[in-house]
């Protein structure tokens, strides 16, 4: 767990290394050479991702937040979960859109929010759910939520300002004009450079959840039976329905867009055919070597969660 958090801290040194050097060679080429600038700028940025974040999840997901009572299984699950984290007890919310899933999000560990959606309640039984709550609720207590909100920033920062002074470059003289161009290209470099550094601290994130749910007393086997189950209920979804969460997808306990790809894997899993992974399944899957074909490598590469065998064997070595 430790050496999962030290990347984490590694990548968002990094990440706000280059975010300092792009906007200081950008101030500096229009004339900005005040230090202090350059600083403000960056967190005035952040500041304004990290204030209007929740509304946007909120908004885009339509999420409703419940009391006791009017859910008590789920309230008093999530509750009996953040005692055992030693967190304060989030917010709890039901997503009103059928994509199975789950996530949680906030500004730091007293504003947690964490939220199923309708399609999931329906799809898991109690302890897929609660291990699934595990995992978000260990997002919460790692901070990872955070991290991730402010690493994601920086790539659409840098997006914004290689497009503006390539668009900028165009307008200017000559001399100038290619100066903000040449910016502009180093900017949209560096974009793409920091998008994957994001996607991999997400998928690092994922690890830690997976292994802090477990910590909660959830059995390895019944968070990978609620992954494959996720994976099987995202795969019947058609598209227009996951487009309307693919701007989330990084929150969510598994990107349903991958879903097609990753069902045709996890049912060599399930031996028995039951539609769940048992001990007994974990156990041979520790045992196998897991290779990942190139398309499979690139493919991890560029997704926010890890390929969900590796995922799952991960699992299987906790049991």
Same mark, same amino acid.
């Given at each position: 767990?430790?050496?999962?958090? #030290?990347?984490?801290? #590694? ?16 101030? &500096?080429? *229009?004339?900005? &050479? ?12 952040? +500041? ?19 009391? @006791? ?5 789920? +309230? ?44 999931? %309640? ?20 790692? @901070? ?11 790539? #659409?920062? *840098? ?43 997400? @998928? ?11 910590? /909660? ?7 990978? &039976? ?25 929150? +969510? ?17 399930? +031996? ?17 070597? %897991?290779? *990942? ?15 969900? /065998? ?10």
């Amino acid at each position: 767990m430790f050496f999962l958090q #030290l990347r984490l801290w #590694l990548l968002m040194t990094v990440f706000f290394g280059i975010m300092y050097a792009v906007l200081t060679i950008a101030a &500096t080429r *229009l004339g900005i &050479t005040n230090f202090y600038a350059h600083i403000v700028l960056a967190f005035v940025m952040i +500041f304004i991702q990290y204030m209007i974040g929740p509304f946007l999840v909120e908004w885009q997901m339509r999420i409703k937040y419940i009391k @006791r009572e009017e859910n008590p299984e789920l +309230f008093s699950m999530v509750e009996e979960l953040a005692m055992r984290a030693n967190i304060p007890m989030p917010r709890v919310g039901i997503s009103q859109v059928d994509i199975p899933n789950a996530f949680a999000f906030g500004r730091s560990i007293r504003d947690g929010r964490v939220c199923v959606t309708e399609g999931i %309640v329906r799809l898991l039984n109690r302890e897929e759910l609660r291990a699934v709550l595990g995992h978000e609720l260990s997002h919460l207590k790692n @901070r990872d939520v955070l991290t991730i909100t402010l690493l994601s920033v920086i790539p #659409l920062i *840098l997006y914004r300002l290689a497009w503006s002074f390539m668009f900028y470059g165009r307008r200017r003289d000559e001399e100038r004009g290619a100066n903000t161009v040449l910016i502009g290209i180093a900017a949209f470099v560096f974009y793409f450079i920091t998008n994957l550094l994001v996607l991999y601290a997400s @998928r690092i994130r994922e690890y830690f959840a997976d292994q802090g749910s477990v910590a /909660l007393g959830n059995p390895p086997s019944a968070l990978a &039976t609620a992954l494959y189950k996720l994976v099987y209920g995202s795969a019947r979804m058609d598209r227009e329905s996951l487009k309307e969460s693919e701007g989330l997808k990084a929150f +969510f306990i598994n990107d349903p867009s991958q879903a097609a790809a990753e069902i045709r894997e996890l049912r060599q899993l399930d +031996f028995d055919k039951s539609g769940t992974i048992d001990p007994q399944e974990l156990e041979q899957l520790r045992r196998k070597r %897991v290779r *990942l074909g190139w398309g499979d490598k690139v493919m991890e590469l560029l997704s926010t969660h890890p390929n969900m /065998l590796k995922r799952i064997k991960k699992l299987a070595e906790y049991h």
